[in-house]
Structure formats: C-alpha cells, structure tokens
C-alpha cells in the first residue's frame, strides 16, 4: 500500500474513529479537552508510522493506546497525578500495541462516547460553538472542513473550539452522563446540535450552493450513533426518523447545474427508498413509547406524509396541517406557524393560507426572514396578485444569503412582472 493511499486510510480511520478514540481518552484523563490534544498527537504518530509499518487490524485500538501512552508519559514529566499514572499503567496492563478490545470493554468506550456527546453539547456553549466542538470531536472533521462547511474564516472556527474547551475547564463541567432530572434538558441541547447541523447542510443559510450534503452527511450519522447510545429515548429516534426521511431527498434537490428543485416538482423516483425505510422504522420506534410525541418526532411524521405519496397530488394535506398545529401546540413558535399557513393553503386553498401567513407578518421573530416573504409571493402568485407577488418575491430575494434561493426568487419575480405565474 502506497503512501498516498496509507493517508487516505488514516483520514478514513480518523473520521470513523475520533469520536470513540477522544471518549475513551477523555474517560480516563477527565479532561475533553487534554483527550482531543491526546487523540490528535495518536493520529500524528499514525500518520508517521502507518506508511512504514502497515495500517493495524483495529485502527481505533491502536490510536486509543497510542494516546493513553502519550497521557502517561505526560502525567511522568509532570511528576503529578502519580496515583493517575499507576492507575493508567494497570488499566493498560500486559495489552498489546494491537489489543483485541473484549465486549466489556467496546461497552465501556459507549459510555464513555454517550459522555463525550453530552459534554460537547452542553448548554453553557453557544450553539455555534457546540456545532463546531461536536463536528471535531464526534465527527472527526478538521477546522478548515467545518469552516468551509459553515462558510466562516477557518480562525474562526478555530476560535470557537479553543474556547469551547476552554469554558468547559472554567465552567468546570464533568465529563459524564447527567442525571435523570438534567438528561432531559441536556438531551435537548444534544438533539438541537444535530438538528442545527444537518439544517445547514440541507438548505444553507449563505453561500453559493443550494445544499451542503458533507454536513448532512454527518448530522446523520450522528443521529444513527446516538441511536445506538440511547435507545430507550423515543425523541432520539424522532430525530433520526426526521433527518432520515429528509435525507432520502438529496439527490432530487438540486439539477446537475446545482440549481434548486422545490419539493412538489422533485422527481419522487430518486428519493432513497432505503433511507425512507430507515426513517419509518426509527418514527415507529420513537412512536412505541407511551408518551406523547416530541417536537422531532411529530416533524418525522409530517416528513412521513410526504415520503409516503407516491406523487404530490396524494400527498395528505389536511393531516399535515394538523401535524404542524400539533407542533405549534407543542413548541409554538412563529415559523411552525408559517409552515401550517403553507400546509392549509393546499389543504384548503391559498386564501386560507395567505390569511394565516399574513397575520405573522408583525411577529418580531421573522423580521428579515426571507421564507416569511417567499411564502407570501407564493400565496399571491397562486391567487393572481402577481403585482404584489412580486413584491415579496423581490423582497425576499435581496433577504436571503443564499446565492442559488437569491437566483430562484429573483426569477419567480420575473415571471410575476410579465404577468404569469412562475414557472420555479
């Protein structure tokens, strides 16, 4: 195997990898941080030695000793935490460079992963500097890919994780599974950084590209591992029943110049037939506990009704203008509202919807929210109002900061001043 292509593997490695390597460490140093810094000098040495001595047959093992070793050897200089360093050198014993980890210990390294997710999603961290600490060390992803994935100065991002670690120290925040009376808070935090992540990735706030699928790519995937750490948790696996059938989308979003394709005109036919799969079985799975639903699981449900139309003229308006009133009751919130003016419009006809969209126009929370004047240029278009249409459709073209969405409303504006309605 040839050098180039020992890189490749070792990035591969990292990226399956870092999350459970950094919990492990940091479930024996007890600092998010130090373990990061532990795992990251174990990818260094792999990237030196891998080449020479060939990849080993468990990669992660390898790059979890290799850190405990380097924790030691740290504690040693420091002549501190002597009983810490007695402690590490029984926990690796007689182990092998390449040890063959037994169950009870591949069920430690899951707990010490479900204590990593709890950390780096902790509320005393701004959700943009969660995103990008659970995209280091869950996702394995290097500052300048979660920059370019958030379209922010690569100094940003790093800026935000150095703090991030930093206010965890400060804050004084243990390394662990909270208690039953904070899980439910913390588990929400957790839930709204994958959520937020795979948001930006699915309709990006900024930029030149409709869709960022590395980012969706990775909410899933950690939705998928949280599954695993948390399965008696039914809004987990609301939440992965959500991006699951969102994700099996993808393909049918953009043209091959990259240019949007709104839902009701996707081709159904390249929807993921296994992801939606996926996401029915997670919504029953979510639906199985004797509770009422959470907000991720009743948007998995609605998400459902759209999954389970063949064609869009089947698609079960009416229930989904009930699911969106069921999620407003749920966590109100003026944007679910906008989305149940658009599911009553063709449930009902787009007078009703306009009615509803028009009675948000002076909510405070969607002042510059370009969606707010998209669904009103909609609305009017359909009814007629092509003057005013394009009002709002102009209106939300300048609001946005997406250039492919800016492109597209600027366009249905066009269509609005000949006089048609628009044809995108």
């Given at each position: 195997?040839?050098?180039?292509?020992?890189?490749?593997?070792?990035?591969?490695?990292?990226?399956?990898?870092?999350?459970?390597?950094?919990?492990?460490?940091?479930?024996?140093?007890?600092?998010?941080?130090?373990?990061?810094?532990?795992?990251?000098?174990?990818?260094?040495?792999?990237?030196?030695?891998?080449?020479?001595?060939?990849?080993?047959?468990?990669?992660?093992?390898?790059?979890?000793?290799?850190?405990?070793?380097?924790?030691?050897?740290?504690?040693?200089?420091?002549?501190?935490?002597?009983?810490?360093?007695?402690?590490?050198?029984?926990?690796?014993?007689?182990?092998?460079?390449?040890?063959?980890?037994?169950?009870?210990?591949?069920?430690?390294?899951?707990?010490?992963?479900?204590?990593l997710v709890f950390t780096a999603c902790h509320p005393v961290l701004s959700p943009q500097a969660r995103a990008a600490l659970t995209l280091r060390m869950l996702g394995g992803l290097k500052t300048d890919e979660i920059a370019r994935a958030f379209l922010v100065p690569e100094t940003t991002v790093a800026q935000r994780i150095t703090r991030a670690k930093k206010t965890l120290a400060d804050a004084g925040v243990p390394f662990e599974v909270p208690s039953v009376e904070e899980r439910g808070e913390r588990l929400a935090s957790v839930l709204e950084v994958i959520y937020l992540i795979f948001n930006e990735g699915y309709s990006a706030t900024a930029g030149d590209d409709w869709m960022r699928p590395a980012l969706c790519a990775e909410a899933l995937r950690l939705a998928r591992v949280l599954q695993g750490l948390m399965p008696a948790e039914p809004e987990v696996h609301g939440l992965a029943a959500l991006l699951e059938i969102q994700a099996s989308r993808t393909a049918a979003r953009i043209d091959p110049e990259g240019e949007p394709i709104l839902l009701l005109e996707q081709d159904r036919g390249r929807w993921d037939q296994l992801l939606i799969r996926r996401g029915l079985a997670a919504l029953d799975q979510a639906r199985a506990a004797d509770i009422p639903a959470g907000p991720y699981t009743l948007q998995a449900e609605i998400a459902a009704c759209h999954a389970r139309a063949r064609t869009p003229q089947e698609t079960d308006w009416a229930r989904i203008a009930a699911g969106y009133a069921e999620l407003a009751r749920v966590v109100p919130s003026p944007v679910v509202e906008l989305n149940r003016a658009v599911a009553v419009s063709f449930a009902d006809g787009p007078a009703a919807g306009l009615d509803l969209a028009r009675a948000l126009a002076d909510e405070p929370a969607l002042a510059g929210y370009h969606l707010l004047s998209s669904v009103l240029g909609d609305l009017l278009a359909k009814l007629g109002r092509y003057d005013e249409a394009r009002v709002e459709f102009d209106r939300a073209a300048h609001l946005t900061g997406n250039e492919r969405e800016r492109a597209l409303l600027f366009a249905r504006a066009a269509d609005c001043a000949r006089g048609v309605a628009p044809t995108r």
């Open positions: 195997m040839g050098n180039e292509q020992v890189h490749r593997t070792v990035e591969a490695v990292w990226r399956i990898e870092a999350g459970r390597v950094i919990a492990a460490l940091a479930g024996v140093v007890r600092d998010v941080g130090w373990a990061e810094e532990l795992a990251q000098d174990a990818l260094v040495a792999a990237l030196e030695q891998w080449p020479r001595d060939g990849v080993p047959a468990n990669p992660g093992a390898w790059l979890t000793t290799v850190g405990k070793r380097r924790a030691i050897d740290a504690l040693r200089r420091r002549t501190l935490l002597e009983r810490r360093v007695a402690d590490l050198g029984r926990d690796l014993g007689d182990e092998q460079f390449l040890p063959d980890f037994d169950a009870a210990f591949e069920e430690r390294i899951d707990d010490d992963l479900l204590r």
